[in-house]
């Protein structure tokens, strides 16, 4: 048996190297019959001796059963996005940025292709592939270890005799253009469904319950980063990890480069861009990195993106159609947008029918009429709008666009305020369309959570005259959402347990549901920071609220004029009657955490990260998503990563939990 065991790890290794030596580096040493043989003989070894059968052995690639599905894994690190540039002043902006924060006259960048694909995140225990998930929304994704498994260019196990506790591989899952038009030719002769673009096929394609179905098409992965590392010793720069990564087996981009300054940063782009038609793979636009991680730590984050990190789009596909016909679209906060009805056509990968115009000022300034012939473009390759119109070809029975003075959907008043170029529908509440997605707004994950209450529902429920605004949902009866089509007796009770929940809540969550014009998540955790309950909030001045940190003249205005309004009061009012409620806090600027941020990583022994994000905020404390030189103290548990591993590079003070626990007894005590 040690014989049979040392052959079967022979061949695995052997097998892995021709693996990545021809899905890899596009380089084989042996022809396929010679590779076919050796897969073979571990294959008839496995099946005879299955304890020799090992996790990261070449013949567990392929799945063979169906899951019922996916599900949800909540990322150690955030799988950030990024902010995106399009014009060149954006890319010396960024630049500028750099240098003066870091008080340098010239910074170096890491620049990489921006592929048009799915980012993963691939998780390596002791050198052994365990885990594999989506991006999802940056915090959580779906687990597809499985299908994962499947794609040739992810190793199965890291060559290295002593692999780390845990690594963390970042990268994107996307399909290559000969790969694509030969799954489409397949699909055809099937009479199966013909994918529009490599990137729709990935998504697709990653996302089947049957990893046997996943194996039989060709998905390719590169890496581009880390994640959580434990055991792991992170080299200096991007370039080096780049470099790393290569060494153990995962795909990086050939097109990767060092540069220094704004010019070779937009000289990349122009090199890039010029290759684009020419790469093996859909890409749409690059990223540039500064190089140093100690410098990009200096930068951190602002909001959910790095001050270290940017997307430079390409210029959209544009194509030319005519315009059929004008109408307005109703937003959630009464916002009146002209969008134009084209004669369909195909631009950036998908089929365009409707593209916006904006506002009433962009129809007159490119002088569009109903009739037109317009270019058409997705700006930033996902929103289709109306770029400019072929004046030539306009022909007689052509009409200009008249914005209507009532909404089309509630027949209230439209208004344009001074200085404002977008026109709103007076109805506020009042108004279907505002009111559905209002609804919606409410109902999200980030705000009152109410699990179930998704578009159909809300549909139903404003179309039937039950819920007339968010108050209206804490009277819903089982009887009433027994009515409803496909709503069974254990739906309807599962939606009015997750409506009684939702009724304890927290300030931040609940001035982030009311939907106010350009309050997000972050502004209204500083809200809630600030002023601690929400009467004075109601009643602050806007001079009050420019105190709030981030809160600027206009975010300052939206938010006095929405407490303003008296059926805004009227709903909150209503709200609070029903039982919506939260603990009141006192203002941060009396509380002794007041000014401090605090980062948490890993996992406590006793609290939960909620909990102790609670705990924190209770007492004026800011609780951050990264380390940077601003943090105060970061509060590591097991499994703290590179979090922990910044702290201490930058000389942050760090905390276990009994530390935290602490330093907050003593802050909370009397003096």
Not at 441 to 470: C, N, P, T, Y
Request: proline fraction near 5%; aromatic fraction near 6%; charged fraction near 20%.
């Amino acid at each position: 048996m040690t014989d049979l065991s040392a052959r079967a790890r022979t061949l695995r290794e052997v097998l892995a190297l021709h693996n990545y030596r021809y899905h890899v580096l596009d380089d084989p040493t042996i022809p396929d019959a010679q590779y076919d043989a050796l897969y073979q003989e571990l294959q008839q070894l496995e099946t005879l001796h299955p304890e020799l059968l090992t996790a990261d052995s070449p013949t567990q690639r392929v799945g063979a059963h169906a899951r019922p599905g996916f599900t949800q894994v909540t990322h150690r690190i955030p799988m950030l996005s990024l902010n995106n540039g399009f014009l060149n002043s954006e890319i010396e902006a960024f630049d500028r940025r750099a240098r003066e924060s870091l008080g340098v006259d010239c910074v170096e960048y890491a620049c990489e292709p921006k592929f048009d694909g799915l980012a993963v995140s691939l998780t390596y225990e002791k050198g052994l592939l365990v885990q594999g998930s989506t991006r999802g929304d940056g915090e959580t994704g779906e687990e597809v270890t499985a299908n994962l498994r499947t794609l040739h260019t992810i190793p199965l196990s890291l060559p290295i005799k002593n692999p780390p506790e845990r690594l963390e591989v970042r990268g994107e899952v996307l399909m290559q253009k000969a790969d694509f038009e030969a799954l489409n030719i397949a699909q055809k002769a099937r009479g199966e469904k013909i994918f529009v673009n490599p990137r729709n096929a990935a998504a697709g394609t990653l996302r089947q319950l049957d990893p046997a179905l996943t194996a039989r098409r060709p998905l390719s992965f590169f890496a581009y980063g880390v994640g959580a590392l434990e055991g792991f010793a992170l080299p200096a720069t991007q370039g080096a990890l780049m470099a790393q990564l290569a060494l153990l087996h995962f795909p990086v981009a050939a097109e990767c480069a060092l540069v220094s300054g704004v010019e070779g940063l937009l000289a990349y782009f122009k090199r890039i861009q010029n290759a684009r038609a020419a790469l093996p793979y859909d890409i749409d636009g690059v990223v540039y990195k500064v190089n140093d991680f100690a410098q990009q730590a200096r930068l951190g984050f602002v909001s959910r993106a790095p001050r270290f990190a940017l997307a430079h789009k390409f210029p959209a596909e544009e194509a030319l159609t005519e315009i059929m016909e004008i109408d307005v679209q109703v937003g959630r906060t009464g916002t009146i947008t002209p969008v134009a009805r084209l004669k369909p056509v195909f631009v950036g990968g998908v089929t365009v029918t409707n593209a916006t115009l904006h506002n009433e000022d962009e129809v007159r300034r490119k002088d569009v009429h109903v009739g037109d012939t317009v270019w058409v473009r997705r700006a930033g390759d996902v929103i289709p709008e109306v770029v400019s119109v072929e004046l030539g070809q306009r022909p007689v029975h052509a009409h200009a666009f008249v914005m209507p003075t009532h909404c089309p959907v509630c027949g209230s008043q439209v208004i344009r305020e001074e200085g404002e170029s977008a026109s709103r529908c007076s109805g506020g509440l009042f108004c279907p369309a505002q009111r559905k997605e209002a609804l919606l707004h409410f109902a999200h994950r980030r705000a009152m959570d109410i699990e179930g209450l998704g578009d159909k529902r809300v549909d139903q429920l404003v179309d039937g005259g039950w819920v007339h605004s968010s108050a209206d949902l804490y009277g819903l009866t089982m009887e009433q959402l027994s009515q409803l089509p496909l709503m069974g007796e254990k739906s309807a009770e599962n939606l009015i347990a997750a409506i009684q929940r939702s009724r304890t809540t927290t300030l931040a969550r609940f001035i982030f549901s009311l939907g106010i014009r350009n309050v997000g998540e972050a502004t209204a955790r500083d809200l809630a920071r600030q002023f601690g309950d929400l009467a004075p909030l109601m009643s602050a001045s806007t001079e009050d609220l420019l105190q709030v940190p981030d809160v600027g003249p206009v975010v300052a205005q939206s938010i006095h004029d929405f407490f303003a309004e008296g059926h805004n009061r009227e709903v909150i009012e209503r709200l609070q009657q029903q039982g919506v409620h939260w603990p009141i806090h006192e203002a941060s600027s009396t509380l002794p955490l007041s000014g401090k941020t605090f980062v948490l990583t890993g996992t406590l022994p006793h609290l939960s990260r909620d909990e102790a994000r609670a705990r924190i905020e209770v007492l004026g404390g800011k609780v951050a998503g990264s380390v940077s030189a601003k943090t105060h103290y970061v509060v590591a548990g097991s499994e703290a990563g590179s979090k922990l591993e910044r702290a201490q590079a930058l000389g942050v003070t760090v905390l276990d939990e009994a530390q935290l626990l602490l330093l907050l007894k003593q802050e909370h005590s009397p003096s």
